[in-house]
T-cell receptor, first 114, second 111 residues
Framework: DTAVSQTPKYLVTQMGNDKSIKCEQNLGHDTMYWYKQDSKKFLKIMFS???????INETVPNRFSPKSPDKAHLNLHINSLELGDSAVYFCASSQVRSGRHGYTFGSGTRLTVV | GQQVMQIPQYQHVQEGEDFTTYCNSS?????IQWYKQRPGGHPVFLIQ?????EVKKQKRLTFQFGEAKKNSSLHITATQTTDVGTYFC???????????FGKGTTLSVSS
């Protein structure tokens, strides 16, 4: 069984569209994250949820809206997609929120906006 | 804000040569973690260092945490083609929040 699974793996869409990425973890972890990896491989934190509660919301445009229906799921909805949103988006989870445990990453969603 | 810096950005070696990547934080860290991302893959957790001056080994990989807990290094002895990928260090953000990642060192190995 995949520990952290993301769908879809690839997403190609036109500017202005709205899209969602889904993430699920079966590790029983309390905390989930969204990271954005740009073309230079820089991993930047976007959001963090602890047991369904939003605890980190970095300076991300409000076109990005995360939702956590339960602690095993964290979805990312993006409105009005722009060319600059093209990147790989990784979902991750950890046992607790303190940064004292290793993260388990999903396989990523490669988003291409044309 | 808090920054985690890593050098070099790229390193190419011949198979069998050694490799080292260095990580520096602008603040003292409670712990430092290392991840490996294979080409086209996702970051995979390698190890966590917690104590000042700590040294840990995993086969040909040696990880060190500096005495001041602000720097770390990863050394690979006798690289193999399977070592290819990008190595990231990461430390907890302020107030123990999400991990802040370095920009990574991409290692290529030719046989």
């Amino acid at each position: 069984d995949t520990a952290v699974s993301q769908t879809p793996k690839y997403l190609v869409t036109q500017m202005g569209n709205d899209k969602s990425i889904k993430c699920e973890q079966n590790l029983g972890h309390d905390t989930m994250y969204w990271y954005k990896q740009d073309s230079k491989k820089f991993l930047k934190i976007m959001f963090s949820y602890n047991n369904k509660e939003l605890i980190i919301n970095e300076t991300v445009p409000n076109r990005f809206s995360p939702k956590s229906p339960d602690k095993a799921h964290l979805n990312l909805h993006i409105n009005s997609l722009e060319l600059g949103d093209s990147a790989v988006y990784f979902c991750a989870s950890s046992q607790v929120r303190s940064g004292r445990h290793g993260y388990t990453f999903g396989s990523g969603t490669r988003l291409t906006v044309v | 804000g808090q920054q985690v810096m890593q050098i070099p950005q790229y390193q190419h070696v011949q198979e069998g040569e050694d490799f080292t990547t260095y990580c520096n934080s602008s603040t003292t860290l409670s712990n430092i973690q290392w991840y490996k991302q294979r080409p086209g893959g996702h970051p995979v957790f390698l190890i966590q260092l917690v104590k000042s001056g700590e040294v840990k080994k995993q086969k040909r990989l040696t990880f060190q945490f500096g005495e001041a807990k602000k720097n770390s290094s990863l050394h690979i002895t006798a690289t193999q083609t399977t070592d290819v990928g990008t190595y990231f260090c990461a430390g907890p953000g302020q107030a123990g929040t999400a991990l802040i990642f370095g920009k990574g060192t991409t290692l290529s190995v030719s046989s």
